[in-house]
């Protein structure tokens, strides 16, 4: 076998008798801020004179153009002229005999690093979202509080840093702080006012954002999904009720006679100072704006540095006994000064600068013509303080995401389920060596844990309190007998997965007058003393529903502009608001809609199948050596199952020698029931609304499938569709639901989906058009349901 390495094409001398070792891990792919998908032990090239000139003597520190050492240059390996793994070398050391380089050592790792280097230290905020920066306004908030913005990928919500409740005695009309009365048939102060709420964006804007800023692209396996393209986040970035500020500089717009400093083009003035003549500039100004109650902050900058800096409101005034007063450290200097004005809403004023060398003998005047500020919602200034790489891990970790890198430089990212459906199998029995291999127990975890951030808002903190865990997360124990809490725990360790998101308990309102639901839910961003917070990001559903006779009042920008909502962006933990078949929880929670349970939620969805192996009471490591042929060997991937005697093994890790072609397995006995290959699909049942809809899942291995649609209900089979969508991703199934105008029964039939000769059944359900139940809202608190499990977490 003819062993070849090649860095950015060309061929890298090696030894013959040099043992380098490429190990392929399922930890490797699961961490992408760990991701090598392949990698070596270090080992060593020679001096040669081919390699001396591909490193470029890089022993020879004086020599100009070194190698760079310092990044990862792109490599190959090629078994016998086939393509064997693609990823980067980095050289670590030459090693120096006798005064001369006798060898180079290197070390080699695969193409998903990529995604943590290109990310570095790159934050959210860094991300280029202008195409979302909008009017900041009454009339632009209703809309997107109404319907949305952007076609759908910008909205908002009643997520407010402060307590809403609904009385519709009429009466009522709190609006503090802390506390609104939200009712339409409250007083006439009762309602939401506008610039309380903040808008959230689609997750999948934030994902073609990350890919454009970092030059990298994703697949849409997983993103593409309904479960995905309908989850948003909340722009929030820190306590404050305000958006970030807008600043703009002030525009100057005339020098009056003897007022020579000011650049009107530029706005920016230049003033002469002389230390060794004590010569000084005198300014003094003053800023009028047309509504005195606005707040705004001035800042006046002196050589790019702030000078000065003063938040109020109504008018600025600086009097010529209160100069600023600007002077030279040492002999002639010219100080370049311009001013900013900072508003968070739109803000309309005039200004007059008084200007002097020499106050005794007279100020001059330039003056800044009446300008308005508009207010901007600017969309990347808004963003959670987090670093992209650890919104991606959190995201990937979230809904046990595996990442691996394809030839043509992009990245697939699908489930971890589908990752294995997708394997193949390959009988490898001849291939061991069965004169010594080794049975271990393996890596055993006795306490697993789902975690969110620490929660910050009121309403999390108290169910943490109740039910010794946060909302949303799922704890396991395993213990001698699962059946009684007090049992030892199975010697073994913890495992805690933590995400970067926060939960916030949301809120169904209900009237105070006589307990029956709106249909309106928000969330309070406050803590225990109603003071407003900065949570971790939020990540949650959208629901835009119609509102029932509980009526909410929106208040506008301007005196008396109070009208009634007719529809409102819910945020939700469930993807529906009944019967939904996502969760943005790890727990089997309560939907706050109907205070049904959340059966199908991030653990029953993502990682159930993985955890029920984790734990089987029959699960073993078993250590093989083998010599695997190179039909083998070059395509042999981590989904992959290997037979071996008849029985089937999962890979954990594989080393492969690429000089002896010895390769060490490390595998787990698979428990599984469905062989690779086979079409299969994460839902068994879709349940949707009666409105005209579109559900886009991912069936694994659904290329080349064909479809077929079983009547139940007697309604026929036309109210469905469904097609592979190819357009932008294999493998998405797009079902297609018309409306159902039909207020009494549900109506069902089976998708059968068939490939190879193996049918897989989908069952469809789509629910009457109904009026809105009403319900008495309640919080309960629950414990963590119990889960029984099984499969190495690796």
């Known amino acids: ?43 060593t090239v020679p001096a040669s004179a081919n390699n001396n000139q591909l490193f470029k003597h890089y022993y020879d520190a004086d020599l100009d153009n070194s190698f760079d050492a310092r990044t990862k240059i792109a490599a190959e390996i090629l078994l016998d002229g086939i393509s064997f793994k693609t990823g980067f070398i980095q050289l670590t050391k030459v090693n120096i005999k006798k005064n001369k380089p006798s060898s180079y050592s290197i070390n080699f790792s695969g193409g998903l690093n990529g995604i943590s280097k290109a990310a570095g230290d790159k934050k959210m905020k860094d991300l280029n979202l202008t195409a979302y920066d909008h009017d900041y306004d009454s009339a632009t908030v209703n809309t997107g509080l109404q319907s949305s913005l952007f076609s759908g990928d910008l909205i908002y919500n009643a997520l407010t840093k402060k307590q809403l409740y609904i009385n519709s005695v009429g009466t009522d009309g709190t609006q503090t702080d802390t506390l609104s009365n939200i009712s339409y048939d409250g007083a006439a102060a009762a309602g939401l006012i506008w610039n309380d709420l903040k808008p959230s964006l689609k997750l999948i804007v934030l994902i073609e954002a990350i890919e454009t800023l970092l030059g990298i ?23 404050k009720k305000e958006i970030e500020g807008n600043t703009q500089i002030i525009d100057w717009t005339t020098n009056n006679a003897g007022a020579v400093w000011m650049n009107l083009s530029t706005d920016i003035a230049s003033y002469p100072t002389d230390a060794s003549i004590d010569q000084s500039a005198y300014i003094s100004m003053r800023l009028t704006p047309t509504d005195l109650d606005i707040e705004y902050t001035l800042k006046m900058y002196v050589d790019d540095e702030v000078f000065f800096e003063g938040t109020q409101s109504g008018v600025f005034l600086n009097p010529l006994f209160d100069w600023w007063w600007l002077t030279s450290d040492d002999g002639a200097q010219t100080k370049s000064v311009y001013w900013e004005v900072t508003v968070n809403q739109e803000f309309t004023f005039d200004a007059i600068l008084y200007q002097s060398l020499d106050p005794e003998n007279g100020w001059f005047t330039t003056l800044a013509a009446s300008q308005t500020i508009d207010s901007k919602f600017i969309s990347a200034e808004n963003m959670p303080d987090l670093k992209i790489i650890d919104f991606l891990k959190g995201l990937f970790s979230m809904y046990k995401l595996i990442v691996l890198p394809l030839p043509d430089g992009t990245y697939k990212v699908i489930e971890l389920d589908a990752y294995y459906a997708e394997g193949t199998s390959y009988d490898v029995t001849k291939y061991i060596d069965f004169e010594e291999w080794d049975v271990n127990r393996g890596k055993i975890f006795n306490e697993i844990s789902f975690t969110f951030a620490e929660p910050t808002t009121r309403n999390n903190i108290f169910y943490e309190q109740i039910n010794d865990r946060g909302f949303g997360d799922e704890e396991l124990i395993l213990r001698e007998d699962q059946s009684d809490d007090t049992s030892e725990q199975l010697d073994g360790e913890s495992f805690t997965l933590k995400l970067p998101f926060e939960q916030v308990i949301f809120e169904r309102l209900t009237d105070q007058v006589d307990g029956l639901a709106g249909n309106l839910t928000y969330g309070a961003i406050v803590d225990e003393d109603n003071e407003p917070v900065n949570p971790k990001p939020i990540i949650f559903y959208n629901n835009n529903t119609v509102s029932n006779a509980k009526g909410i009042a929106f208040l506008g920008d301007t005196v008396g502009d109070r009208t009634q909502l007719q529809r409102f962006n819910n945020p939700l933990h ?42 089987n009471i029959k699960k073993r490591e078993y250590k093989f050596k083998a010599y695997l042929p190179l039909n083998i060997i070059t395509k042999l991937e981590l989904n992959d199952l290997l037979i071996i005697k008849g029985s ?29 290959g086979q079409v299969r699909t994460p839902q068994q049942s879709i349940t949707k609304s009666y409105e005209a809809q579109s559900e ?54 089976y998708l059968d989906i068939t490939n190879n000769g193996i049918t897989t059944r989908i069952l469809i359900n789509q629910t009457p058009k109904s009026v809105f139940l009403t319900v008495d809202y309640n919080m309960v608190t629950v414990d963590s349901t119990t889960i029984t499990a099984d499969n190495g977490i690796v």
């Open 696 to 749: 886009k899942i991912y069936i694994y291995n659904l290329d080349g499938s064909t479809f077929n649609k079983v009547d139940i209900s007697g309604d026929g089979v036309a109210w469905v569709s469904s097609a592979e969508d190819i357009a932008t991703q294999k493998g998405i199934l797009t079902i297609d639901f018309q409306q159902y105008n039909s207020l009494f029964k549900n109506r069902s039939l």
């Open 1 to 43: 076998m003819v062993t070849e390495l090649k860095i950015l094409g060309s061929k890298v001398d090696l030894y013959k008798d040099e043992n380098i070792d490429v190990i392929n891990s399922v930890l490797d792919i699961k961490d992408i801020t760990k991701n090598t998908n392949a990698f070596t032990r270090g080992f």
């Open 648 to 676: 089937f093994y999962r890979i954990n890790k594989y080393s492969y020698n690429i000089i002896t072609g010895k390769t060490d397995l490390e595998l787990i006995n698979y428990f599984g029931t469905v062989a690779p």
């Open 574 to 615: 469930a993807s529906s608001l009944t019967n939904p078949l996502y969760s943005t929880t790890f727990s089997r929670e309560q939907n706050i809609w109907d205070n049904t349970y959340l059966d199908k939620n991030l653990y029953t969805n993502h990682y159930a199948n993985y955890i029920t192996d984790t734990f």
């Open 217 to 239: 692209t994703f697949s849409r396996h997983f993103f593409d999904t309904t479960e995905f393209q309908n989850l948003f986040m909340w722009l929030n970035p820190s306590k």
